[in-house]
């Protein structure tokens, strides 16, 4: 069968920016206000961050079979933003009628989940069994629609790597980094040895990929905190301060700059879970020399995917729920994987030829389906996400770019988020 290719698609750039369907007179940013009208008609909103795929021509789609639905997407720049409106507004006012909520805090609205509209039954048993079950709160009630998942591969620049006398085709590099995170990063000393420039985008994804492949990283289901004691976290830490930061372009991602380098040369690969795709072509639309190496450091790890969430309070609940039921059905799964990368977490999705025979004609018709099928298998731990998990996470990065910045040497900057972890 003929692969379908991704469309490339452009990464937000504008804190909730409104989508060209967004109607005229609709508030951004509120889930309820003027939700219906007296002829029936009902205004849903749909808030979600970065890019999941569910551009104009989808929404239209609903809208088409339900001509008396309209749909507002709120589109958050960065999961931070996302998160900040979320828990101001949770149980209150003002949240939208679907809520996208990332799996890096997702434990974190957890907490709520009595504020949170159940999934309906017959859209249970829809997605791998442990997206399911972290959200499936104690009283045995599922709250969250899941989305997508993020096994991860690693994309390059196989132009760069060439001129760099490196393994260049996706075969090669994938030989190249299979093994531990050292091996990793010899190739990337290699790289900067033959360039002076760093291979790697930034010192925190490299930090981030470690961390998905720590089974306990921050605390234990019992409550136990190890976020300084876990020698497993902080080999990690310094793993990164010592051998990814030389080799790093940028401390973290998303600034602008961030976004440029992507076509501009400044690194030459990036960890790569399949939502990446869209923003690397979205980014780089001219570039060809992205490719994409069915391998990852250390084995397999995921990061990111996300839910929808249905606000209990909101005006326009059973509405919400047929919405996100719709949105993360297998049908429309097929379709964001198609439009962005998302891989499915529907499984029936998995399995579809739309993904298992699908290339991506960006990244040189690499077999994506088949390499992240291939990227999800290899997944052997799913980190322990306590509610606790985000700001955990938030304050080792922050260490972490201490010290890319010059602001403070390694030990130090240890020691300042041990001092941080101690005041939580």
């Known amino acids: 069968m003929n692969a379908r290719a991704f469309r490339r698609s452009a990464v937000a750039i504008a804190a909730f920016s409104a989508s060209a369907i967004v109607l005229a007179g609709c508030a951004s940013g509120s889930g309820n206000d003027d939700a219906g009208s007296e002829d029936g008609e009902i205004t849903l909103t749909l808030a979600t961050f970065n890019d999941f795929g569910y551009d104009d021509e989808l929404l239209q789609e609903y809208m088409d079979e339900n001509p008396n639905v309209k749909i507002v997407h709120n589109k958050a720049a960065i999961t931070d933003d996302a998160r900040s409106n979320f828990f101001a507004k949770l149980g209150k006012e003002g949240l939208a009628d679907i809520e996208a909520v990332e799996v890096d805090w997702f434990a974190e609205a957890m907490q709520y989940s009595d504020l949170l509209a159940e999934v309906p039954d017959s859209a249970k048993g829809r997605w791998v069994d442990w997206k399911e079950e972290a959200a499936t709160d104690a009283d045995g009630r599922l709250v969250g629609f899941g989305t997508d998942i993020g096994p991860q591969a690693v994309c390059y620049r196989a132009d760069l790597f060439a001129a760099a006398g490196l393994p260049s085709t996706p075969d090669e590099v994938a030989s190249a980094i299979d093994g531990d995170w050292d091996t990793f990063f010899d190739l990337a000393d290699q790289y900067k040895a033959a360039t002076g420039k760093p291979m790697l985008d930034s010192a925190n994804s490299a930090f981030q990929g470690i961390v998905n492949q720590i089974e306990f990283p921050y605390d234990e289901p019992d409550g136990t905190v190890v976020a300084t004691s876990n020698p497993e976290l902080e080999d990690a830490y310094n793993l990164v301060v010592e051998r990814g930061i030389p080799n790093s372009a940028y401390s973290g991602q998303w600034s602008d700059d961030w976004n440029a380098s992507m076509a501009n040369g400044e690194f030459a690969a990036m960890l790569c879970p399949p939502w990446m795709l869209g923003i690397i072509s979205g980014n780089a639309p001219e570039v060809t020399g992205w490719e994409i190496a069915n391998a990852f450091p250390n084995g397999g790890g995921n990061w990111g995917g996300s839910y929808l969430t249905v606000p209990a309070n909101g005006k326009n609940v059973e509405a919400a729920l047929a919405l996100a039921d719709w949105l993360t059905a297998p049908e429309q799964q097929e379709k964001t994987f198609v439009n962005v990368g998302a891989f499915p977490s529907a499984v029936d999705a998995q399995a579809a030829p739309s993904i298992t025979d699908s290339t991506n004609e960006y990244f040189a018709d690499a077999p994506t389906g088949s390499i992240f099928a291939d990227r999800s ?45 101690e005041a939580f």
């Open 377 to 421: 298998e290899a997944i052997t731990v799913t980190p322990y996400k306590s509610a606790d998990y985000f700001k955990y996470n938030t304050a080792l990065q922050d260490a972490i770019t201490r010290v890319f910045d010059g602001v403070e040497d390694a030990q130090t900057s240890w020691d300042t988020y041990v001092a941080e972890v």
